[in-house]
């Protein structure tokens, strides 16, 4: 029974307040990540300081290359996507630019940029297969494709609905090569690909691939769609730009189609 | 008289068709501003794949160097705004993480991301009157502050609610010098913060250096919240990580605090 | 000059509290405007709830009978509206329902319900006036199009892209005058309307149906779109239900319409 | 192997128009659910024009008189919610009041909002399992309750963080009985509150009660979420506004309290 002492216990929050360890701000002074922001300004490029933000350390040489390669890989897509459609319906309805951009992030839906996230969560998971019981990339690869086969599921990271060869995916490859970021979890995707280019035809896309190198690169899953915000924001912002710019305002962009 | 003719002409969209020239999508192949894809992946810096985006020209190596400074500025400043404590509550609450991003995008109002926005515009209209009449920067910056304090409102982009002394102003100043983006606005900003600085013991904050020295780099002030938007977000990214990994879900963050 | 004393006092919050006059939380009870929830529950009809709310009182009878109509009438405009088809394109991109809610209230930009407020403004505005300087409806009315067409500025609440007389606005005022919510600023608005049909052929439209009553109803413009969006959320959830469970998800709304 | 053929395939669309069967738009002439606008407006009230659009038919008097009290029992909960919350923070933030509202549902996660719809896929299952099995009420309570305790999850729609007997849910069963929506989910749900009381001292909270009485109601589950949000967003209008008109802007809701 919930006596009024339980009752009290519950209404006390424990950790009610709101903290980080991320930045320190004092009066004038502010440390991010244990560096003064005055130094990191000027002295970082833009992507060390996310990567910076999201692993609390600076970037090798190496990684930075990469870490440069794959938010650039994800910056447009034209007016395809869902996110770029509604970011510009948006901005025509006369929306603010930060609502705009808002707007664009949260049709990040499922079927749009749900997929990096699973694809991470595949190969973290399917490394941790292969190693504890000790099978080969090309093992594991063949295990996961005909696990999801018989959940009559989609494998996240491959095939495009406008590309039968994604140009990005296979560039972004070639760097995680030369950057030593084609590890266990590249290895694993790129079995992965064989198996369902003979099979179905398909080929790793930019979700599948990026999911592989960021793997590699020891990110967490959970950040896996937001990195992909950080890289297409910046094309989002393009569009509703040419949108107040370029257009007029409130157009219908949709012709009356609604039938009884 | 409305007639059925102006009816249905008004009925016709003229442009109804979303399209873009930012991104050509063809067939495994994509082409942003002039450029293939998979040739700017690998050679740009994140930085300035996001100024070609916006500007659609690859920045000079100054304004390149300048355009890293700004981005990187605008990271994070602790659990103190509106947007990073509205995004922690969303992650606190099980949002999803683009849903985290877009809800911190959201609270940023008026009063907290608006800044930079209306300080370019100030910015580009005081060097539109200074040409045209021929004024100093001294002059300009005069008649602007006299023109807010008789209409008895606040000048954006000086004065910071933590900071007396901005180290990131401070910073980004001294790089605008070295780059040669300290031009018209530059200067008309710096003359209104003697002034200020003498007035209201105020100086400059991060809003109004970035927004003197966006305009010295001719970015249109529609862009201005937007760009704070791209720089900001990989902080944001960082906090609802941390709120996910680090605390209890759907902690109790405020007291009962309600009065009849 | 700044002194530590000064920072001091910014740095100390006075009003730091999140707290409510609204609703009285305890420990098995919920006192909303002064009556506990489960006395409404069960006796209030849902509109008369959404009255108390915002008005901090129970409606009259009167009242009562012309909230439904206000808020049943902006219910749904088929597929027409920005708002409704962002919301379609976030439910097609597997964004969850609360997200393509919100998704479509992100549209409800200047051009798209930005009209009712601002007509709420003009109408509130103009009785202002027409006490102040004794002025009948109709010069009132003269004098607020006169100073529009002097701005060049579009008068929001007249005028419809899509009906040349709207049924919903025609039906609101025959209510609002059963209802006794004819009052100063439905007068002005019925003079502007005649005005403007001689002038320009265009009549009172939804929102300024609306403006015009909820004014009378002694509404604050703040309100107006807030309004707005309780009565077309319901709509919006059925568009979002129609694209979730009868089309093809992340199925391509738009065709490749890019340009070089 | 994909063909130009196959590719041509894969890019023609072939439900790309958004399309609705929910309300027809003609010139002068809107027509929701079969019943034109104007006729709607006057004589519906507001909950039954939102159980039109989302049903698709008028409610019984019954229904009627429960969905009312439905949408009532969601409105308000003072400060506590991370919703309201961020709705507020957003206000003082200085965004549009659309911005606000959209910001709060966009706080209604998994932890805060989720447990409505997922309420109702239990009891929805649990009348399945009931129905094909031939169980008791009593014993396909016992069977969820069992399930969930062997996977070590927790049970939605039961317990609440701040009431040991939730005033709302008490009455909205009380009046499911006198309504007649006391049916096979009903019954499930007061048998799992007779165990849980038994096993843990908690009670059907406000989610639960909604959930077996919509789902009574014949709602589908995919509707829970969205239906509370209706119920909720007048009383988040009520809060942007009271933050707007009585508290001051940007305030600092939360002090320094971040740590290196």
Redesign the interface.
Known sequence: ??TEEI?RG??K????????????????????Q?F???E???N????E??YL??KGEKPSENHK?M???V???F??????P??T??A????????????????G??????????AIENAMKIFQEGVKISDAYNRSASETARFIIEEYRDQGKKIPGFGH????????A???L??AQNCGCNGKHFKIAIEMEKLLLKDK??KINIDGANAAILSDMKF?W??G???F???R???L??????E??N??????????????
């Not at 609905?161 to 990005?168: A, G, K």
């Open positions: 029974m919930i009752m519950m209404l929050p424990k950790n009610s307040d709101l903290r980080t360890s991320i930045t320190q701000v004092e009066t004038n002074m502010l440390k991010t244990g003064f922001q005055e990191i300004i000027g970082f490029s833009f992507a300081m996310v933000l999201l290359k870490f440069e390669a938010l650039i890989s910056c447009d897509h034209g007016i395809t869902p996110s459609q509604s510009r319906l948006m901005a025509s309805a006369g929306s603010p630019v930060n609502v705009c951009i808002a707007g992030i949260l049709a990040f839906g499922e079927n749009h940029a749900g609905r406008y590309h039968s060869e994604d140009p990005r296979r560039k972004l070639e760097i035809g398909i967490n959970h950040l769609c937001g990195i915000a950080i890289g924001i910046p094309g912002l393009a569009h509703i730009t040419e107040i710019l257009e007029d305002p409130f157009r219908k962009i949709t012709e009356l189609k609604s039938t009884v």
